[in-house]
């Protein structure tokens, strides 16, 4: 076996928990082979790179080994080298205002009150 197909391969590595969610991610133009956009059927080999856009952050997998089922976790990890640059830090609110649902709409008081503590003068 020298090529496989893409969705078949991101659900064996265990991208996708499912291969229809795999394929789905590959007709809304989620996944990129080489930096080209990838249907469902094209193949991957060995060496190739795959981009994967989850949850907003693009995941980048180098494509060491050819999975055409879903196997053990250590096979799939095996198949695919992870090349991802760490997520960039979540910025910290220092405070988070909310009021109490059902308290209706806030007054001009509240809002000017919500804006200064937001920092918003």
Known sequence: MESVRVDSWLWGVRVFKTRTLA?????AGHV???????KPAQPVKVGDEVRVRIQGFDRVLGVTGLVAKRGSPAVAQA???DRTPPRPPREETPFI???ERGAGRPTKRDRRELERLRGRD
Not at 23 to 27: L, N, R, T, V
Not at 32 to 38: C, D, F, P, Q, T
């Open 32 to 38: 990129r082979v080489n930096g080209e956009r990838a």
């Open 79 to 81: 198949a695919a080298d």
């Open 23 to 27: 394929s789905d991610a590959c007709k």
């Open 97 to 99: 205002a909310f009021r």
